[in-house]
């Protein structure tokens, strides 16, 4: 029997400092009345404004905790992930995840599409203590590079906070360099490397 070896980079969130709260506010500049969001990360001192030509993206957006319910939705973007994966078997993964007790899915919303979607897991591990692992994170190809990561990810955060995770954890493929520098951005450091045998 052959084996394949998979490996993708681990990436932990703030893991020295832990989750630190960001703060959101919105303001319009007086010469083109764009509305911007800024975030400020407490552990890094650093602020990131994000800019849009229209509504500010915490009137466009809506960031809700997803169910089974919503499945017909989540399907689509899946896909987009995966494209090799048929929506009947993105159907039946999503059954079995719903399923099971430490897992959630978030979602954000715009004029009633869904435009982004992640999964995520509790878990409780003896380097990090209660953490939120989030993987299959997608964002609308049409949205990409307008904030929309930023602010789906300034609102897993404070989910995380709320549910008292210590972390944050991911994993991105190795040759995605633009995840790399968008985690980067948002505080996160590498940690190590995942490894994956299939069976």
């Known amino acids: 029997m052959s084996t394949n070896f998979v490996i993708s980079i681990s990436c932990l969130a703030v893991w020295a400092g832990g989750l630190k709260?960001?703060?959101?506010?919105?303001?319009?500049?007086?010469?083109?009345q764009t509305s911007q969001v800024t975030q400020t990360?407490?552990?890094?001192?650093?602020?990131?404004?994000?800019t849009s030509q229209?509504?500010?993206?915490?009137?466009?957006?809506?960031?809700?905790?997803?169910?089974?319910?919503d499945s017909a939705a989540i399907v689509p973007l899946a896909n987009?992930?995966?494209?090799?994966m048929s929506p009947a078997e993105a159907s039946a993964y999503l059954a079995e995840m719903f399923a099971l007790p430490t897992y959630h899915c978030f979602g954000l919303w715009q004029d009633g599409r869904l435009v982004a979607?992640?999964?995520?897991?509790?878990?409780v591990r003896f380097y990090?203590?209660?953490?939120?692992?989030?993987d299959n994170v997608i964002v609308d190809p049409d949205l990409?590079?307008?904030?929309?990561?930023?602010?789906?990810?300034?609102?897993?955060?404070?989910?995380?906070?709320?549910?008292?995770?210590?972390?944050?954890?991911?994993?991105t493929y190795?040759?995605?360099?633009?995840?790399?520098?968008?985690?980067?951005n948002e505080g996160y450091a590498i940690l190590g490397f995942h490894f994956q045998k299939v069976l």
């Open 41 to 50: 990360n407490p552990a890094s001192h650093s602020q990131v404004s994000q």
């Open 174 to 184: 190795v040759q995605n360099s633009k995840s790399h520098k968008f985690y980067f």
């Open 80 to 84: 987009k992930l995966r494209p090799s």
């Open 21 to 32: 709260r960001k703060t959101m506010s919105t303001s319009q500049t007086s010469h083109n």
């Open 54 to 69: 229209s509504a500010p993206l915490s009137e466009t957006l809506e960031f809700r905790e997803l169910t089974r319910a």
């Open 117 to 123: 979607m992640s999964n995520g897991w509790i878990t």
């Open 144 to 171: 990409r590079s307008q904030g929309v990561g930023k602010y789906f990810f300034a609102h897993i955060q404070e989910w995380a906070l709320q549910h008292d995770c210590k972390t944050i954890e991911l994993n």
């Open 128 to 134: 990090s203590g209660k953490q939120l692992e989030v």
